[in-house]
């Protein structure tokens, strides 16, 4: 049997990713990432998010 040589199928394409919210006409919190977008994925980023935008009011008001 003879090896064959030559370029990989091009039914795979590595996908890169953004999601972010849309407040006022503006972009917030972008995400960029690799792959597919799952529930997981997108409970992880509102997590993050929520975490970031309660530090922030919280310091607004100290």
């Known amino acids: 049997m003879e090896k064959l040589l030559g370029k990989k199928n091009g039914k795979y394409y590595q996908k890169t990713n953004i999601i972010a919210g849309y407040v006022n006409h503006t972009s917030i919190a972008p995400m960029v990432f ?23 009011s919280s310091s607004d008001h100290g």
Do not use: V
């Open 34 to 56: 690799n792959g597919s977008c799952n529930t997981q994925l997108i409970e992880a980023w509102a997590e993050h998010f929520n975490q970031r935008a309660r530090s922030c």
